[in-house]
């Protein structure tokens, strides 16, 4: 409970952070809470009810919808609890064979430079002449999270009944409200991963593994900085970066279908690194042009 940062707006529950960091005397009794809640594989509904309010960005119009942002906000204790099932699931999260090493985002110890450097030793390290890499952006990733194919996935890695029956009753029934200064509007959320929750990054890692693992399994390399993905191709030529860039979308685009997802074309943009030719004689210059006179299909 100290976790929690000190001067957060609290969920639905209105318990603020300062209210648990100071809340020892009271430790049995949410401890008990907590037991039971393992226990039973059920979580009290107000921790599962998220309060949707909108802030408006800097120096935007406050007239128009764009302008602002919404901020998901969860109970406070709710969060607190699902610490404690990261930690219970953490077997079945880092279970062996499964999880790939190419997710960088989430994930203690890792930043956005390892994954650059990463990204760097698969293009440079290599026998090809050339090397094309190109991100893959799934639409509204988070958002459209299939909560039946998580639960697929977590049957996979042989998560323990108990914790599977918990995670079952926090996917069912949430609720988001959104709240304004006159009115309150609300609606059951069916799918994502939800907002400002500490299971939500964790979900999409352990759904997203599955896409890695499917395109390494077929020789691609790909690695992940949270809903970021950079696919890697490389070849001897244009022609053979065309054919594996093809197939790489093909597998990708196959495996969002199955599970609700879509992949974004427009965002999907090819960038060009240049590997020299085997004689180290032509300009690196000379070789962008010739890659870049031509797309990769989709």
């Known amino acids: 409970m100290q976790q929690n940062t000190s001067g957060k707006s609290p ?16 430790l049995p009794e949410i401890t008990d809470l907590f037991n039971k809640c393992l226990a039973s594989g059920k979580i009290p509904s107000v921790w599962k009810k998220g309060v949707v309010i ?3 960005k800097p120096e935007k119009d406050e007239i128009l919808a764009k302008s602002y ?46 994954a650059i450097l990463k990204f760097r030793q698969l293009v440079e390290e290599n ?24 639960m697929y996935t977590l049957r996979k890695r042989s998560c323990p009944r108990n914790l599977f029956r918990l995670l079952i009753d926090y996917f069912a029934e949430r609720k988001l409200s ?13 799918k994502g991963a939800p907002q400002g929750s500490i299971i939500g990054p964790v979900a999409w890692n352990l759904k997203l593994d599955d ?12 690695l992940a900085y949270a809903d970021d993905i950079m696919i890697v191709i490389r070849g001897n030529s244009r022609e053979a970066l065309e054919r594996e860039g093809n197939r790489a979308i093909g597998l990708a685009d196959n495996w969002c279908k199955q599970r609700k997802l879509e992949i974004s074309v427009p965002k999907s943009d090819q960038i060009l690194p240049i590997k020299k030719d085997p004689d180290g004689q032509k300009n690196a210059n000379h070789q962008a042009e010739r890659l870049l006179s031509g797309n990769v299909g989709f």
Do not use: M
């Not at 079945?92 to 190419?102: A, G, M, P, T, Y």
């Open 54 to 56: 909108s802030i408006l």
């Open 127 to 150: 026998d090809f002449n050339y090397a094309l890499a190109f991100p893959l952006d799934i639409s509204g990733a988070f958002d459209n999270l299939w909560w039946p194919e998580l």
């Open 178 to 190: 959104i709240v304004s200064s006159c009115a309150e509007a609300s609606k059951h959320a069916t």
């Open 69 to 114: 942002r919404p901020i998901c906000l969860l109970s406070l204790i709710g969060k607190t609890f699902e610490r404690l099932i990261i930690d219970r699931a953490e077997g079945v999260i880092h279970r062996r064979n499964h999880e790939l090493e190419h997710q960088y985002g989430f994930k203690e110890g890792r930043s956005t430079e390892d």
């Open 11 to 26: 969920g639905a529950d209105r318990v603020i952070p300062e209210a648990l960091k100071n809340a020892l005397v009271i």
């Open 211 to 222: 896409l890695l693992n499917l395109l390494e399994t077929e020789g691609i390399p790909v």
